[in-house]
């Protein structure tokens, strides 16, 4: 409980400094993830029929999320695909430079990109060449730009959150399977979670887990799902997440593309975003 109210303290005021939206408004950051601990997830092994873990793949050098599988054997159908997949993702794009894209404009690129993707992916399912690409693109540091909010929030609201206005950060270490996530004001870390993923390959699914948290610098160790159970009390997270954990089920992220400037996701609570590429 102490805890909770710290996190609820520094985030209060840290909205109140920025003149936000109440703290709800939080719920679709906080499923993201945050720095990582111990982990060698990313080992080659079966997780059910067809699905891989990542194969502990190297910094390998960042391609585009659009470059079409070899497998494609329907020329005129894949120029197509590819066609509507740039039309979204230049959009995005702009909307991550310029947060001036109008709402539902993104709102419709995510949703466009999501189904188009879904299709690529099909398209190349043996040799699951796109997943892999969106993975190794992953690795780096992400700034949250837009996100819809998860399905609770929106319903809480009656409607979409959008632009993202604090400065909430995201990085992965896709070799060694952690990821980091923060709030922060300025340089300074407000609040920080920090765990370890795995990917799947067939379902572009990333799964996470927290084992520690920071508060204003201060680190505290968490036990097994103390951090859904934190995010859900405090306003930070979905609670979609403690149901999750009660069904020994992680959170999630179902990512739908990552290039060398931006990367897109619907999280597990329902909700799109869209993050911008720091490093």
Not at 4 to 32: D, Y
Not at 67 to 77: I, K
Not at 105 to 110: K, W
Not at 134 to 163: A, C, H, P, S
Request: net charge positive; with cysteine; proline share 3%.
């Amino acid at each position: 409980r102490r805890l909770v109210k710290m996190i609820r303290l520094a985030c209060g005021v840290l909205c109140s400094l920025l003149l936000l939206v109440p703290i709800e408004g939080f719920k679709s950051f906080a499923v993201p993830g945050a720095r990582v601990v111990n982990s060698h997830c990313c080992k080659l092994g079966a997780l059910g029929s067809g699905d891989l873990r990542c194969s502990r793949p190297g910094r390998s050098t960042r391609v585009s999320a659009l470059s079409l599988s070899s497998a494609v054997s329907n020329p005129e159908g894949a120029e197509s695909l590819e066609t509507s997949i740039n039309q979204a993702l230049s959009l995005l794009v702009k909307a991550a430079e310029t947060k001036q894209e109008d709402s539902e404009a993104v709102c419709d690129a995510l949703e466009s990109l999501e189904q188009n993707m879904r299709k690529k992916c099909k398209q190349d399912s043996e040799e699951l060449q796109t997943a892999r690409q969106v993975l190794n693109n992953l690795d780096g540091q992400w700034r949250l730009i837009f996100t819809t909010g998860t399905k609770e929030t929106q319903k809480r609201f009656g409607r979409k959150v959008n632009y993202f206005p604090l400065k909430a950060m995201q990085s992965f270490d896709v070799k060694n399977g952690l990821i980091t996530n923060g709030i922060y004001f300025g340089d300074t870390a407000v609040l920080k979670f920090f765990g370890d993923f795995e990917f799947n390959l067939k379902s572009r699914k990333l799964e996470f887990d927290f084992d520690k948290i920071s508060v204003l610098g201060l680190e505290i160790n968490l036990p097994k799902g103390k951090a859904a159970e934190i995010g859900s009390a405090s306003g930070l997270g979905s609670s979609n997440n403690m149901d999750l954990i009660k069904q020994s089920r992680k959170p999630f992220f179902n990512w739908i593309s990552a290039d060398a400037e931006i990367a897109t996701a619907r999280g597990g609570g329902g909700g799109l975003a869209l993050w911008k590429r720091v490093v």
